[in-house]
C-alpha cells in the first residue's frame, strides 16, 4: 500500500463494547474508498427487511484515498445507513459532509469507521490514533451539538475533531442531522436518528500521523496548477453572477472542507444581532446573503399551489441558521415546512390540532425548530416529516393540503430539489435527466448534479442559442455526440449514468461535487463566455491527483466500472428494500407532469415510461423490475449477488401474484 490508504477499517459493536479493525485492502482494489466502499460493507453485512432503527443497522463513516493529503477539496467525509427518513419503509442511502473530521481519521490510522449495535446508556467514541475507547456521554445527553463539540475538545484538545448530534437527534428526529464544526453536517438523510436510536452522541477522534503520499512532487504541480479562487460551479438561484464576478475574487468566505482552495461562491458568513459572525454553506448561505431566496418556493401550475416563504433578515436568518445546526435538524425541512403552513393560513387554517402557528413571524419560527427537536408541541407531529405528518392529519385537513404536503416531498420523503418544478430553474434538458437520477437513486440525485446539470442549466437560463452551440461542442466531447444536451426527451439516458458514475467516484476519492468534474473552464465574464466555442474543461484532474498520492494508475474505464459496482450495489440494496420500477413510476411520474417553472415543459405518463424505458435499457437493467440482469452483475464481478437477486425477483413476483387473487371490492 504505497500511498492514500493507511490500511484499517475500525468496527465497533456497541451492544458488546467490541472494538476491532479489519484491513482496508479487502476492498480498494475494487471499491477505492468512500462510498463505493461503504457499499460493499452495506450489502454484506446489513440484514434484509430491517428498519433504520434496529440495533442490526450499521453506520459506516468512510474516507478515501486523497483525504488527508493537499489534493483540493478532498477533506469530504461520507457517511452511509438506513435511513429513518425514506418513506414508506427504510433503506439504505448516504450522505456526505465537509470539514476536517475524515482528515483527522486519516491522521489516526484510519480509512472507515464501521458501528453496530445499541448502547444500554449514552456513549461517545473516543479515538487518539490507535487507542479507541467508549465513554459513558450521560452528561452530554441533552446537550447541543455546538456545546458537545466543544466540551469534547476540550478533553481531547483543540485540533480534535468531532461528530455529534444534537437533541434532533437523540429524540430521533426523521430529519436529524450529524453536525461537524459550525456548518458542516451529514444532514439530508436523517442519520442523526440512527445515532440517536444507538445512543451514540459522538466520535471524537485526535490523529498524530500523516497520509504517505506516492509522488509528493506531482501531487504539488497538479495542485499549483489547479489554482486558487477558482469560481467553479454556481448555484442556480445565483446564475446572473456568474458574468458580474471576476473569478479571482477574494471576498473572504467560510472554508467548508479541509485542503479546498477554491471559492465556489456558495459559502457566506452572517452575523447575529449581537455581532457574532456566522458561517453558512450552501442553502444557510443563500439564505441569509440573498433577501428574496425564500420567495423562491413559489410555484403555481396544473393546480398546484406553493405560495412564497418569507426571508426574515440577516441577522435573523443567521441566527435561525446557527440554531438549526446546534439541534441537529437538516435545514432543508424549512423549505417545504414553512411554505405548506403559509398555505395552511391562504386556505383559512390557523390552528392544527389546538396548536396556533404563524410561518411569517420568526419568533414562533425559532420555537417551533424547538418544538421539532424535542418533539413537544406541534413539532411531535412535524418531527417525522412533512409525508408522514400528511397521513396523520389526513381527514382533519383540506385534501389540497394533505395533497400539497405529498407534493413537496414529493421523493420517497426527501424535498423537491432540482428537478425544475418547485423552487428550482432546470429548463429542458436537464429535468429530464433528473428523472432518471430519482428514478434509479437511493435519495434525492441533487448533489450528483452540481457539477453538470446546475452549472449547465445556468448557461441555458443565460442565453438558450448561444449555450446550445456550446453545449454540442462539450456534448461530442464528454458523451460522444452532439445532442446530448438538446432541449428534447431522447438520448438523456448517457448523461444521467455518466454523472451518477462521476458522483460515485467523487464521493470515493473523495472530493467537493461543487468543484469536480472540471466539466467545463468557468469563463471570467460574460464577454469572454460569449467568444468561447469550446467550453470542455479537465475531466481526468481526479485521475491525476489519484496516481499522484496512491502511486496507482488507472483509466477512465476502469474507474467507471468500479463506479458502475458500487451503484449497482446500491441499486441492489433498493431491490431488497422491495423497491422497484413500477412504485417508481407511480410515486414520480406524477411530479414530473408538472410544467417545469423555467420553461413550462412538462412529460406525459407515456413519456414517462419511455425515458425509463431508455434508462433501464441502456444501464442493462431489465425493465420490468429496473433491476440488474445477471449478465450485467456477471460482467462487474459481482457474482455473489446473484443469488440474492434470483431470490428478490421471485419474491417480487409472489407478491403480485398474491395481490393479484385478492378480491376487488
Avoid at 477533506?75 to 470539514?99: D, E, Q
Avoid at 426527501?414 to 418544478?421: M, Q, T
Amino acid at each position: 500500500m504505497t500511498g492514500g490508504w493507511t490500511g484499517k477499517i475500525l468496527d465497533i459493536d456497541l451492544t458488546t463494547g467490541q472494538i476491532s479493525w479489519r484491513d482496508t485492502q479487502r476492498y480498494t482494489h475494487d471499491y477505492l474508498g468512500g462510498r463505493a466502499l461503504a457499499s460493499r460493507i452495506a450489502w454484506d453485512e446489513i440484514p434484509d427487511s430491517i428498519d433504520a432503527f434496529d440495533p442490526d443497522n450499521r453506520i459506516i463513516v468512510t474516507t478515501g484515498p486523497l483525504t488527508g493529503t493537499l489534493a483540493p477539496t478532498s477533506g469530504r467525509t461520507v457517511m452511509s445507513s438506513l435511513s429513518p427518513r425514506l418513506y414508506p419503509k427504510s433503506w439504505y442511502t448516504h450522505s456526505t459532509l465537509g470539514g476536517w473530521f475524515g482528515a483527522e481519521m486519516k491522521y489516526a490510522g484510519l480509512d472507515g469507521i464501521m458501528i453496530r449495535g445499541k448502547s444500554p446508556r449514552p456513549v461517545y467514541v473516543e479515538i487518539r490514533d490507535s487507542n479507541v475507547r467508549l465513554i459513558d456521554a450521560s452528561d452530554l445527553w441533552g446537550v447541543d451539538a455546538r456545546k458537545t463539540q466543544l466540551v469534547l475538545k476540550e478533553r481531547l484538545g483543540a485540533r480534535a475533531q468531532v461528530l455529534t448530534i444534537g437533541p434532533a437527534g437523540e429524540n430521533l428526529v426523521r430529519f436529524a442531522t450529524v453536525q461537524h464544526a459550525e456548518d458542516n453536517a451529514a444532514g439530508h438523510s436523517g442519520f442523526g436518528a440512527v445515532w440517536g436510536s444507538k445512543k451514540l452522541k459522538a466520535i471524537a477522534v485526535r490523529g498524530t500521523n500523516g497520509v504517505a503520499v506516492a509522488h509528493p512532487e506531482r501531487l504539488m504541480r497538479e495542485v499549483l496548477e489547479l489554482g486558487t479562487f477558482r469560481i467553479a460551479p454556481f448555484s442556480g438561484a445565483l446564475y446572473t453572477s456568474l458574468y458580474t464576478k471576476n473569478k479571482t475574487t477574494r471576498e473572504h468566505r467560510p472554508v467548508c472542507s479541509q485542503a479546498c482552495t477554491f471559492n465556489c461562491q456558495v459559502g457566506n458568513y452572517g452575523k447575529a444581532r449581537d455581532g457574532r459572525r456566522i458561517p453558512g454553506h450552501c442553502v444557510g448561505g443563500i439564505a441569509w446573503m440573498t433577501p428574496g431566496f425564500m420567495k423562491a418556493t413559489h410555484y403555481s401550475g396544473d393546480g398546484v399551489e406553493i405560495p412564497p416563504a418569507r426571508n426574515f433578515g440577516l441577522c435573523e436568518e443567521a441566527e435561525l441558521h446557527e440554531l438549526c445546526n446546534s439541534l441537529g435538524l437538516d435545514s432543508w425541512f424549512r423549505l417545504v415546512m414553512q411554505p405548506w403552513f403559509i398555505r395552511c393560513q391562504q386556505l383559512g387554517v390557523y390552528q392544527i390540532r389546538g396548536f396556533p402557528f404563524d410561518p411569517n413571524d420568526v419568533y414562533w419560527f425559532e420555537q417551533f425548530m424547538r418544538e421539532l427537536a424535542y418533539r413537544q408541541g406541534l413539532g411531535a407531529i412535524f418531527a417525522d416529516d412533512l409525508m408522514r405528518a400528511m397521513d396523520e392529519l389526513e381527514g382533519e385537513l383540506p385534501e389540497e393540503l394533505i395533497t400539497l404536503g405529498r407534493r413537496l416531498e414529493f421523493a420517497f420523503g426527501f424535498p423537491a430539489h432540482r428537478e425544475g418544478r418547485f423552487w428550482d430553474e432546470e429548463p429542458l434538458p436537464f429535468w429530464v435527466i433528473s428523472a432518471m437520477m430519482y428514478a434509479s437513486e437511493t435519495r434525492d440525485p441533487t448533489i450528483g448534479g452540481h457539477h453538470s446539470s446546475l452549472l449547465l442549466a445556468d448557461f441555458v437560463l443565460a442565453d438558450r442559442e448561444v449555450s446550445r452551440r456550446q453545449f454540442r461542442i462539450l456534448s461530442e466531447k464528454v458523451w460522444g455526440y452532439p445532442d446530448a444536451l438538446e432541449p428534447t426527451f431522447e438520448h438523456k439516458a448517457p448523461v444521467a449514468i455518466w454523472s451518477q458514475h462521476q458522483h460515485i467516484l467523487i464521493d470515493s476519492f473523495p472530493l467537493c461535487d461543487f468543484s469536480f468534474p472540471r466539466i467545463i473552464v468557468p469563463p471570467e465574464s460574460r464577454e469572454e463566455w460569449l467568444a468561447t466555442e469550446d467550453l470542455t474543461g479537465d475531466l481526468d484532474i481526479d485521475l491525476r491527483l489519484f496516481a499522484a498520492v496512491t502511486g496507482i494508475e488507472l483509466s477512465r474505464d476502469e474507474v467507471n466500472r468500479i463506479a458502475e459496482r458500487a451503484f449497482t450495489l446500491e441499486r441492489l440494496m433498493l431491490a431488497r428494500a422491495g423497491r422497484h420500477r413500477q412504485m417508481e413510476e407511480e410515486w414520480l411520474r406524477p411530479h414530473f407532469m408538472l410544467p417545469c417553472r423555467a420553461d413550462g415543459t412538462r412529460i406525459d405518463a407515456a413519456g414517462f415510461s419511455r425515458i425509463l424505458d431508455e434508462y433501464f435499457t441502456t444501464r442493462g437493467w431489465d425493465l420490468e423490475y429496473g433491476w440488474p440482469q445477471v449478465e450485467t452483475l456477471r460482467r462487474l464481478g459481482l457474482d455473489d449477488a446473484i443469488p440474492a437477486l434470483e431470490q428478490y425477483r421471485q419474491d417480487q413476483s409472489r407478491l403480485i401474484t398474491t395481490k393479484l387473487r385478492l378480491p376487488v371490492s
